[in-house]
C-alpha cells in the first residue's frame, strides 16, 4: 500500500539516477524538507580522510592509488555512518547502492526498520550530457556550477570564493558516454531490484531544478511505496 514518506526527520531515502541526473542538487533540497541530514559516499569519504580514521586511511590508499573503493570499505563506511552510535534515525543516501550486492549489504544494514523509498531520478542521455558538459567546478573551494542550469553571476568566476572555474577532465562528451555505459552495466539493474521489491518510485527529473523538486516531493508525500 503506498503511504506518504514521514516529515519527522526519521525518513530513509536513496536516491538513483544517471550522473547529472541532479542527484547532489535535489538531496539537498529534500534534506530540508524532510528534516533529514543528506549523506553522500563521496563526503563520507572524505570525513574519514579527514578525521583519520582507519577507514579513512584505508579509503585514502585506494584512491592515492587510482583504484576504485572496493564494496567491503564502501559499506563499512555506510555502516560507521549511517548505523552506527550517533547515527541519524534518517537519512537521504547519494551514492550507495551502485550494484545489487552492495543493495543487498544496505538492506542487511537497515534491518529491522530497512529503507522507506528508493527513488530513481530518470533523465535522457542527451540530457545529462548536455547538463555535465556545460558543469564547471571553482578550482580553489570546489563549488559546483553550470553554465545552463546553474551559471556564476560572473562568467568564469567562482561565486563562493572568487576562484577560477575549470571544466573537469572526466567532464568530455567521450568521457562522459563512458560512464554512462558503466553506470548501465552496473547500476541501473539496481531499478528492477528496487521495483521487484516495491521500493521503486521514478521522477522525471528533467527541467529546472525547482520543477523537478516539485514532482519528486509530490511522489514522496503522495505515492511513495513501502
Not at 56 to 71: F, I, K, T, W
Not at 86 to 107: N, S
Not at 122 to 141: F, I, K
Not at 148 to 176: F, H, K, S, W, Y
Amino acid at each position: 500500500m503506498a503511504i506518504p514518506v514521514r516529515r519527522d526527520g526519521s525518513a530513509r531515502i536513496v536516491l538513483l539516477g544517471r550522473q547529472g541526473s541532479g542527484k547532489g542538487t535535489q538531496a539537498a533540497k529534500l534534506s530540508m524538507t524532510y528534516a533529514i541530514p543528506h549523506v553522500s559516499t563521496g563526503e563520507a569519504f572524505r570525513e574519514a580522510i579527514k578525521a583519520g580514521t582507519e577507514l579513512g586511511q584505508r579509503v585514502q590508499a585506494y584512491l592515492d592509488s587510482g583504484e576504485l573503493v572496493p564494496d567491503d570499505v564502501v559499506l563499512a563506511v555506510v555502516r560507521e555512518r549511517l548505523f552506527g552510535p550517533g547515527a541519524p534515525e534518517g537519512f537521504i543516501l547519494d551514492g550507495v547502492p551502485r550494484t545489487i550486492g552492495q543493495a543487498e549489504a544496505l538492506a542487511a544494514l537497515a534491518e529491522p526498520r530497512g529503507i522507506d523509498v528508493v527513488v530513481d531520478l530518470d533523465v535522457p542521455t542527451e540530457e545529462v550530457l548536455r547538463r555535465m558538459s556545460a558543469r564547471r567546478v571553482c578550482g580553489n573551494c570546489g563549488a559546483n556550477f553550470n553554465l545552463v542550469d546553474n551559471p556564476p553571476r560572473a562568467a568564469g568566476v567562482c561565486d563562493v570564493c572568487g576562484g577560477p572555474l575549470v571544466q573537469r577532465d572526466d567532464d568530455t562528451e567521450e568521457a562522459i558516454r563512458r560512464r554512462l555505459e558503466l553506470y548501465e552495466d552496473a547500476t541501473a539493474p539496481l531499478i528492477a531490484w528496487y521495483r521487484e521489491r516495491g521500493l521503486l518510485v521514478t521522477v522525471d527529473a528533467t527541467g529546472p531544478p525547482e520543477e523537478v523538486n516539485r514532482r519528486l516531493v509530490a511522489a514522496l508525500d503522495g505515492a511513495a511505496p513501502r
